[in-house]
């Protein structure tokens, strides 16, 4: 039990196009699911928390428009990167917690590559 | 705020030998939960294993057994027979027992690369 899985797990976009990435908790249900960036050979860098059915908490320094955190149902949040760049490039990661458990399940990942 | 660290940024160790991965932390709070995760080249993120701070005894999980020393905010990972599976990023990571405060958010450290030789 508690498998997370993402969707896609790698995508290739233009600059200046959108990009969703959708985080699915498959046996469980998530009341709070996270969302890390992580560059080559570098720590998890948590950008988002996101409970279900309220708006995302970010990190500072994390652009808000930029990164479009939904978290509509107990299963499925999903992270919009908006006009993304190449700087934008980088292995997104969530994670989902299940209510009454003290860890994190991990999805993963998915590759973003913007040209 | 909390902090981890960890201070090898790569390690290796033989096959079938033991290794201890090192990491330190920084916290106000009196309870809390550590946690090692290996991240292989697939980047899964998996949970190795975890510690309440309120328990003393230092968990363990088969071959992985970790030295928790609460007073020195210490947490090292021992991989003992070492096989090639187990080469991978580690990262220690801490979560506050309090979410109100936290939103049981993750702490993780830099990692350390470890590579097991044949």
């Known amino acids: 039990g508690a498998v997370v899985s993402q969707h896609p797990s790698r995508v290739i976009c233009k600059s200046g196009t959108s990009v969703k990435i959708e985080c699915r908790s498959l046996d469980f249900q998530a009341t709070t699911m996270f969302w890390y960036r992580q560059f080559p050979k570098k720590s998890l860098m948590l950008m988002a928390t996101s409970n279900e059915g309220s708006k995302a908490t970010y990190e500072q320094g994390v652009e808000k428009d930029k990164f479009l955190i939904n978290h509509a149902s107990l299963t499925l949040s999903t992270l919009t990167v908006t006009s993304a760049h190449p700087e934008d490039s980088s292995f997104y990661i969530c994670?989902?917690?299940?209510?009454?458990?003290?860890?994190?399940?991990f999805g993963p990942g998915t590759r973003l590559t913007v040209l | 705020a909390q902090t981890v660290t960890q201070s090898q940024p790569e390690m290796s160790v033989q096959e079938a030998e033991t290794v201890t991965l090192s990491c330190t932390y920084d916290?106000?709070?009196?309870?809390?939960?550590l946690f090692w995760y290996k991240q292989p080249p697939s980047r899964q993120m998996i949970l190795v294993i975890r510690q309440e701070a309120y328990k003393q005894q230092n968990a363990t999980e088969n071959r992985f057994s970790v030295n928790f020393q609460k007073a020195a905010k210490s947490f090292s990972l021992k991989i003992s027979d070492s096989q090639l599976g187990d080469a991978a990023m580690y990262f220690c990571?801490?979560?506050?027992?309090?979410?109100?405060?936290?939103?049981?958010?993750?702490?993780f450290g830099e990692g350390t690369q470890l590579t097991v030789n044949p």
């Open positions: 990571a801490y979560r506050s027992a309090v979410s109100e405060t936290s939103g049981s958010r993750l702490t």
């Open positions: 916290t106000s709070e009196s309870d809390y939960y």
């Open positions: 994670s989902a917690r299940r209510h009454g458990l003290n860890e994190q399940f």
